[in-house]
């Protein structure tokens, strides 16, 4: 079958500092793979995407590899700011989208 | 592009009751899709539309669920016999023709039942 399974939150760090967010899943077939932000009271955002393996998703600073061998989606961030501060959905969806998985999100609190 | 509304954003309802949510999608998006979340958790997949056609339900859409798109614009949802398991934000998304992997959320109806 198909799940995701994100680190567990909150995840504080201090401005600038580094960010990991770790993403694993299993699918069949091929799937693209996705990762979502939720600002607070906002609703859900696409930040960014990957379709195939050896895809690299970027926005806003972030990006995500996907990574076949290691079923991994791994979201980083080399100076995270105080406006980062979110909750971040990894997601899978198999070829024909018809439907998405989400994992159960990541909360980053990031401190000035 | 608008974006996608949902109405209401917030229902408090009593056990037994039905309840029906709207979802509108950004125009001339084909596809809709309905999720449920709850609190701390991700996204779950309900049911997913292209045009009026429902082509995908999940096991989570018991029978007390329904959901339509008559006119392959909005969407429905209705839970009749509510109970208090049901509480839970109720989210919408849709994508455009070509851009299947792009979904747009609305900002969800949060329901309460006590």
């Known amino acids: 079958g198909n799940s995701v399974t994100q680190m567990e939150g909150p995840v504080t760090l201090s401005e600038e500092a580094f960010l990991t967010i770790n993403c694993t899943y299993t699918?069949?077939?091929?799937?693209?793979l996705f990762w979502y932000v939720q600002y607070p009271g906002e609703g859900l955002q696409l930040l960014l995407k990957a379709t195939k393996a050896d895809d690299k998703g970027s926005n806003k600073g972030f990006e995500a590899t996907y990574r076949k061998e290691t079923t991994s989606f791994h979201l980083e961030k080399g100076s995270v700011q105080v406006s980062d501060s979110a909750v971040y959905f990894c997601?899978?969806?198999?070829?024909?989208?018809?439907?998405?998985?989400f994992g159960s999100g990541t909360k980053l609190n990031v401190k000035p | 592009d608008t974006g996608v509304s949902q109405d209401p954003r917030h229902k408090i309802t009593k056990r037994g009751q039905n309840v029906t949510f709207r979802c509108d999608p950004i125009s001339e998006h084909n596809r809709l899709y309905w999720y449920r979340q709850t609190l701390g958790q991700g996204p779950e997949f309900l049911t997913y539309?292209?045009?009026?056609?429902?082509?995908?339900k999940s096991r989570l859409l018991s029978d007390r669920f329904s959901a339509e798109r008559p006119k392959g614009s909005f969407s429905t949802l209705e839970i009749q016999r509510t109970e208090q398991g049901d509480s839970a934000m109720y989210l919408c998304?849709?994508?455009?023709?070509?851009?299947?992997?792009?979904?747009?959320f609305g900002p969800g109806t949060r329901l309460t039942v006590l």
């Open positions: 998304a849709s994508t455009k023709p070509d851009h299947a992997n792009e979904q747009f």
């Open positions: 997601a899978l969806s198999p070829y024909n989208f018809n439907k998405f998985y």
């Open positions: 699918a069949t077939g091929y799937p693209s």
């Open positions: 539309f292209q045009n009026e056609a429902q082509l995908e």
